[in-house]
């Protein structure tokens, strides 16, 4: 055979072999969706107003581009074919008018489904119909689904995400797979060449460190979601993110909580999906998640996910590596009384055992970034020194 005709036929096998779409997700997607604020109670106006806000707040500057419609978007039933269909009270112009829209403003659209007979909330599920919905999707120019696991029976978690990504791809229209299992088959083992991102904990609520019951499954503040999934970190990277679930930025907690919340996200690699309204957020809020320079170290290319360096003294200590040989470092004041904190560099070796990263502060000096308050802090060769008020953060970065 001649080598042009093996090469045409090793392509040809390539692209008929289902697989995720690559490069989508290179760095944790940065977006909005409209479950925590909203729950089913969405519509065409409301999720424009969304898309109009990305533009005139700087939230699109910033670096957020994808708009997720949760449960809710449909009929409660299939039309005759078997196709879904959006809800006509809610989504009046159907749902490629309202993707033409938010493309209009350089934005991308997704849309939730369920790997179940229905969704949480009661909607059609895809079971059965994965292919059909796939294309479906294809031809309203949807660029990204979150896939949930509500009504699966007892269907094998890894077979049921497959099926749906390869549906995605025979369909041919990229779209970011967001896993929505809540961590109930470790997804984190087996999800990486099915997903861009998958849940790694049930729902998150907006509280520092509560868990809420509601019968037979609960909700957790974002210390509790911390703490349940620190150890996974192996698993994430460019294209594959453990997702520590939509944010709670700007609805309820203090200030310096949201801005602790936006922290850890960053610091975890998380997905960083917006979950307020944005609409009516106040201008701390906005402050805290058009952070460049916080949302820089989320995105950082080698997408290394952050760990816990100490928890002494009611002071939590993270560190991230970062490209450049730089890395980011987080203190939390998790007591309720300010700390006057002083940090020495010398006493601490500074080093990620996962990725094989050390520093030597006796050897090294780093300058010292306050990425919050975009301010320079001096460098390693003293001690750092600063006030750190109750449950708030200050985030650094050191580059040499
Ligand atoms: C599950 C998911 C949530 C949300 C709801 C919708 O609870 O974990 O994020 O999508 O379903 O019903």
């Not at 490629?96 to 179940?116: E, M, P, R, V, W």
């Not at 470092?329 to 990725?355: Q, R, Y």
Request: charged share 25%; hydrophobic share 40%.
């Amino acid at each position: 055979m001649k080598k042009t005709t093996i090469l045409f036929l090793l392509l040809a096998m390539a692209l008929s072999h289902a697989q995720k779409f690559e490069n989508l997700a290179q760095t944790p997607p940065l977006g909005w969706n409209s479950w925590n604020t909203f729950g089913t109670d969405i519509n065409e106006e409301l999720v424009k107003g969304i898309a109009d806000k990305f533009v005139e707040l700087g939230l699109k500057d910033a670096g957020y581009q994808y708009i997720v419609l949760d449960d809710g978007w449909m009929s409660k039933e299939r039309d005759a074919n078997g196709n879904l269909v959006a809800d006509p009270i809610k989504f009046p112009n159907g749902m490629k008018a309202l993707a033409d829209y938010i493309h209009s403003k350089g934005l991308k659209f997704g849309l939730y489904n369920c790997a179940g007979a229905t969704t949480c909330a009661g909607y059609p599920g895809s079971r059965g119909h994965e292919y059909q919905d796939a294309r479906t999707y294809a031809s309203w120019d949807v660029d990204y689904l979150k896939y949930d696991w509500c009504n699966t029976d007892k269907i094998n978690a890894e077979s049921a995400y497959t099926t749906m990504r390869d549906a995605l791809y025979k369909a041919g229209r990229p779209v970011v797979f967001s896993i929505c299992e809540w961590g109930d088959n470790e997804p984190w083992k087996w999800a990486k060449d099915i997903g861009h991102l998958w849940r790694v904990t049930g729902d998150i609520i907006n509280c520092w460190d509560c868990e809420v019951g509601h019968g037979s499954w609960s909700s957790s503040g974002i210390w509790k979601i911390i703490n349940m999934r620190k150890d996974i970190r192996k698993a994430a990277g460019p294209g594959h993110w453990n997702d520590f679930d939509m944010m709670e930025v700007g609805n309820g907690m203090t200030g310096a909580e949201d801005r602790t919340h936006f922290a850890m996200w960053s610091m975890l690699a998380s997905p960083l999906i917006m979950g307020n309204d944005l609409r009516t957020a106040s201008k701390e809020t906005i402050k805290t998640l058009s952070n460049k320079e916080v949302i820089a170290v989320n995105q950082d290319k080698l997408g290394i996910q952050g760990f816990r360096f100490t928890n002494e003294n009611n002071m939590e200590i993270w560190l991230k590596p970062l490209d450049n040989n730089q890395w980011a470092m987080t203190f939390i004041n998790m007591s309720d009384n300010p700390v006057d904190f002083v940090f020495d560099w010398k006493k601490h070796n500074i080093g990620d055992d996962v990725n094989g990263r050390y520093v030597d502060m006796k050897k090294n000096v780093f300058k010292i970034r306050d990425v919050f308050n975009h301010k320079n802090l001096g460098d390693t060769s003293t001690n750092l020194k600063a006030k750190i008020e109750p449950h708030d953060v200050l985030m650094v970065t050191l580059k040499e």
